[in-house]
């Protein structure tokens, strides 16, 4: 034991610490890659359903975003030529706004209805008492019907390919994962809840869904709403431009 010990000493501080951080290195390693292993299986297992749809919302947005490209480039060519192309500037500028805010890609503001929709009081083990994916779909899908221009669930935008899905306890939409309650933000005409409210559909969704089960729902009008941009990525496999439907130049 004494030998070991001399031989211990005799060596050299610094190897001595090298070998001490080496090991501790080590074990943060194995303890790292240890405690990962079960949350790549559990990530994997939870959002296996939506790697295609993720995929598809990718190329969808790679599509918008060379088609983009390609009109500003057009901009930068026509402002080189005479002066009569302004108008045809003016022209591509105001196409390529519209696009980019019909496709969710830019913020909006406008006078709306801010939608608050909640679980009930004490909902208890009872699922019919808890907000579900289904309900902020069949609430956006009225607003979409009486007229809405813009909508967003919980600072989220809905475009053409938002899905809406129940996973366990929370709601996804875009990818994210949301809580209650849920905020539902909408543009629209002045009458847009007068020409929502007197729908039949709209009607069965309050008798059958808020009024027998306690779940919460309130509105507040307001003269200007916020909509944020749709901050995911479009991808788009088989959809392309019509060139045969494309106007002459």
């Known amino acids: 034991m004494t030998a070991v010990v001399d031989r211990l000493r005799a060596l050299p501080s610094w190897q001595v610490t090298l070998t001490g951080a080496l090991f501790v290195l080590g074990f943060l390693i194995a303890a790292q890659l240890s405690a990962e292993g079960p949350r790549i299986r559990y990530t994997t ?6 790697i295609e749809t993720a995929l598809g919302l990718q190329d969808q947005q790679d599509a918008l975003q060379a088609r983009i490209l390609q009109l500003r480039e057009e901009i930068v060519d026509l402002e080189g030529d005479e002066p009569g192309s302004e108008a045809l500037v003016r022209e591509l500028n105001a196409a ?12 909006v503001t406008g ?21 579900t994916a289904r309900d ?6 009225e607003l979409w019907l009486a007229g809405a221009e813009a909508v967003s669930i919980n600072g989220e935008r809905v475009t053409t390919g938002t899905a809406v899905l129940d996973i366990g306890n929370a709601i996804l939409a875009n990818s994210a994962y949301l809580a209650p309650p849920y905020e539902v933000s909408v543009i629209g005409p002045d009458d847009l809840y007068e020409r929502m ?8 969704f309050i008798q059958s869904r808020i009024d027998p089960f306690g779940l919460r729902l309130s509105f507040a009008e307001l003269e200007t709403v916020t909509v944020p941009a749709y901050a995911g990525t479009i991808r788009s496999h088989y959809a392309r431009p019509d060139a045969s439907a494309s106007p002459e130049p």
């Open 197 to 204: 409210a007197g729908t039949v559909s709209f009607v069965e």
């Open 111 to 131: 006078p709306g209805i801010v939608f608050r929709l909640e679980d009930a009081e004490n909902p208890g083990t009872e699922r019919d008492a808890l907000v």
């Open 136 to 141: 902020i779909r069949t609430l956006v899908q």
């Open 96 to 107: 390529l706004e519209h696009a980019r805010i019909a496709g969710g890609l830019v913020q």
């Open 45 to 50: 297992q939870e959002r296996a359903p939506l």
